[in-house]
């Protein structure tokens, strides 16, 4: 696997088990690593790579304030040329993540991201305020807001609508 510019040299002094993928000049997915194809399994996603390449960045962000923070971040990596480092919570139903993320520039515009797990610890599934911890539970991603349900990782208007 390839990764752009000076993104292909970060890669070799992450950990391994590091969700890597890098996106083009006009903010399309152009590779994904394997760690990020057992990550989207492990969250409910769609492991297979050629869901994602080609596509923009910006359709697998589903809040809006986040795609405004990334869409900040990501100028600035290309008007700078010169790598963020980002702490982040990256939680599942029962485990909380603490991650770094690395963006990158590489050549051409292309930027690299590089999120690697610092640690994690199991955690209980909290009760929704107001109900019964039998009937209910709420569980929301701290980094994006939505909320996990039967159906898995949902908007919060969706659930609202379903009666989730």
Same mark, same amino acid.
């Given at each position: ?8 040299? *970060? ?96 050549? *051409? ?7 690697? *797990? ?28 939505? *909320? ?17």
């Amino acid at each position: 696997m390839r990764f752009a510019g000076c993104a292909g040299q *970060l890669t070799e002094r992450f950990m391994p088990g590091s969700v890597i993928y890098s996106i083009d000049a006009q903010d399309r997915i152009m590779e994904v690593n394997g760690e990020w194809s057992r990550f989207a399994a492990a969250n409910d996603g769609d492991p297979e790579q050629a869901a994602v390449i080609g596509r923009k960045l910006w359709d697998f962000i589903s809040d809006a304030g986040n795609r405004t923070l990334y869409r900040a971040m990501v100028r600035s990596v290309r008007q700078k040329a010169a790598p963020l480092h980002i702490p982040f919570r990256c939680d599942s139903p029962t485990l909380e993540r603490h991650m770094t993320m690395t963006i990158a520039p590489g050549k *051409l515009d292309e930027v690299a991201f590089i999120c690697t *797990l610092q640690y994690s610890f199991e955690r209980p599934a909290r009760p929704a305020g107001g109900l019964r911890s039998e009937t209910a539970t709420i569980v929301e991603c701290d980094d994006c807001h939505r *909320l996990w349900t039967e159906r898995g990782w949902r908007d919060c208007w969706e659930v609202i609508m379903a009666g989730e």
